[in-house]
Structures are given as structure tokens and as C-alpha cells.
Nanobody, 120 residues
């Protein structure tokens, strides 16, 4: 099995910063795309940032220039550095990874989510 564990969420004032981390564990052969998604109350889950295995990145427009996604392939981790946070960034943040397990096909896995609350 594959388990993703997120950390780093919390309460921060507008304009502040937080860094989220997500670590994968289990019988992992390879991790392709890693990403962060978020879901605010009453809204659909949306992509925040993704990073490919070769380091290519993509961000939703609202976070460009404020958030930075990075990965450490050796440690099987992905991080999201969030700066200049706004109240509208308040949401539960989830990491997602595209993983090939030893002896199995490639599938997507989600973390349990971590709450980020930005006060005005």
C-alpha cells in the first residue's frame, strides 16, 4: 500500500507564510507527478500546483508568484511554500501523487488533508 502524510498546515494572518510537506511511504517503485490541491467549504477541489518527475511545474493562476512547489525524489516528498497568503487561500490542502507500486500498475494516491486558515 501507499500512504501520503501531509504536515505544515495551520492558522496564519494575511500576508504570512506557511510551508506544507507531504511524504510518501510504502512499496513504491516510482513517483511521477506530485501535486497539491485544495478544497474550500462549499467549493470543488481544485489544483493548486503540480510538479512532474523532471521538475516541470504548473500553478493555478491565483497562486502564481506567491506559491512554489518543489520535490525531493530521494525522500519521496513534495513541498508547497506559500507566501503572501490571503483569506481566500483558506482551505483543506491535499497532496496527490502518481505512483507505480512494486508489482502493480500506476495509480493516484491522496493524502488525508491539512487545514490552512488565513485570517484577515
Amino acid at each position: 500500500q501507499v500512504e501520503l502524510v501531509e504536515s505544515g498546515g495551520g492558522l496564519v494572518q494575511a500576508g504570512g507564510s506557511l510551508t506544507l510537506s507531504c511524504a510518501a511511504s510504502g512499496s513504491i517503485l516510482r513517483i511521477y507527478v506530485m501535486g497539491w490541491y485544495r478544497q474550500a467549504p462549499g467549493k470543488q477541489r481544485e489544483m493548486v500546483a503540480v510538479i512532474s518527475s523532471n521538475g516541470g511545474t504548473d500553478y493555478t493562476d491565483s497562486v502564481k508568484g506567491r506559491f512554489t512547489i518543489s520535490r525531493d525524489n530521494a525522500k519521496k516528498t513534495v513541498a508547497l511554500e506559500m507566501n503572501s497568503l490571503r483569506p481566500e487561500d483558506t482551505a483543506v490542502y491535499y497532496c496527490k501523487m502518481q505512483v507505480t507500486r512494486l508489482g502493480y500498475s500506476t495509480n493516484y494516491y491522496w493524502g488525508q488533508g491539512t487545514q490552512v486558515t488565513v485570517s484577515s
